[in-house]
């Protein structure tokens, strides 16, 4: 790779152990990507904060890095962890895993990290623009990045961007360069009657593009005239889980796919696939792991609810009552808590007996294994459902909201599954 | 018999020792216990076998992307591989190699899971991209 002086330096170690230890990590995946150059980074999102995901590992080597000098610098915010440190107790957590989280969180802080503690950065302060080059962990929000701000940066594991946040440069490979970021497979989904598609279908239909298509980039077709945030969110956040894409062009939305043959780069597609209900339903299937009745606990959050969606489940919790066996647990940023709690949302859900939670995730760090009883967790989002049986070591239910919302009143799963 | 080998530097170093060889991939985020460095994925090739102070031989990675934090602590435990060979090195073994400054060399001019066995005698330059194999039977 080409370096720079001051990038050379950097791995020479005249800035220290920390920043050196950084660059070694940057040019090493250069080298296996064939990049050229380093590239400057305007915007950096940094995961492995999950204690139970990470642990002690990462708090040594975070730890390393700050002594050996290193600060992040550009502006960094942090993805979601193990627990809500104000709820904890109410959650049935055990204070342990909330005292190693804040130390996992110490040499992140100390470094200058923004702790959004979301996976909705871009709602929070932390947006990357069109055309600029951005290091995120975790793939929902680098998903969206990509897709709908036309930013630039690939799927990577939390130390590249840790290591991306503290030399401020990375690799120029993969989806940061044009020609990489073309479409290759046409999806068409003008066969479904959107007016009748929840949001919790639009993940199932990502969830069966990402396992169909694995890796090869998506141009989606057939969508209705006005698509949501949430909707958008909802389709493209599965597509990372079971395969490894992290740009879905959605013609009419995506910057770079103002129709289809621009997303193509003026190429034909190489394969057309069509997504109707069939299909749909059987990501349903695919990701509910139990045929249980009983219901423990009910999960919203993954990625982290937006306003709209804290309102559409206070708006039918008010004056139910959540089954006293089966916990709701609400998973949002700070930032969204504080105005749901002004527009009188958390009131709501707290009084049907639900929590709306701050700072945690609820798929792939999760602490459900921890809460004792919790066996069968439901969720309406096929992302959340396919990471939880596997990090939590419970059994899962991927139903839409609504069923969702109706076993944590009846304690049980009685819609279709 | 030395059989001496070309290939890509990934992370430089010197390491001599003797090989473990899998033809299957390997995970180290569930796969190897860091406190022990004994691999313990149920039903690998070389499960139960350690790799501490070995020059392990595999193909690539596989498995979760928080992988490369078990080998860097394998590395401050000092349990971890004194190098590592792969068919065709991935960002998790890699970074994983950078993390804990372990010499790591890929795509050799001819594929060492054939050329190398469990037991022989392994010398590599990191920096160089070369492997030096001497055989435990010929």
Redesign the interface.
Known sequence: MNLTDQEKKMLDGVFGTGPQSAMRLLVTLGEIYGAQRMIPVSSCHVGGRSYLVSGEENIEWMTDLLEGGARFQVFTSTNPCSVDFDQWKEMGLPEELVKNQRRTDEPYLKMGAVPLGSCLPYQLGNLPLPGTHFAWGGSAGATFANSVFGARGNREGSPSVIAAAIAGVTPEYGLHLRENRYGKVLVDLSQLDHSSVSLSDYSAIGSYVGRTLIDKTPVVVGLPKTFSQDQIRFLISPMPTAGAISLCHLVGITPEASTVEAAFGGKAPGDKISVGPGEMKSSYQKLTTTQKEDVDLVCFGCPHCSIPQIREIASFLERKKIHPNTRLWVATSGHLKAMAQRMGYVEIIERAGGLVTTDLCVAPGAPFHLVQGVRTVATNSARGAYFIPGACNVEAIFGDTKDCLQAAIDGKWRAAR | MKIVLHG????GGMAEGEAVVTKEPVSFLGGVN?DKGIVVERGHEVEGQSITGKIFVFPHGKGS??????I??MA?RKTAPKAMINVE????I??G???G?IPLIDRLDKNPLEVIATGDFVKIDGDKGIVEVTKLRT
């Open positions: 890509r530097k990934i992370i860091p992307t928080a992988g490369p934090y078990i860097y602590s401050k090195a991935e960002p998790i890699a970074v190699a950078a993390m400054n």
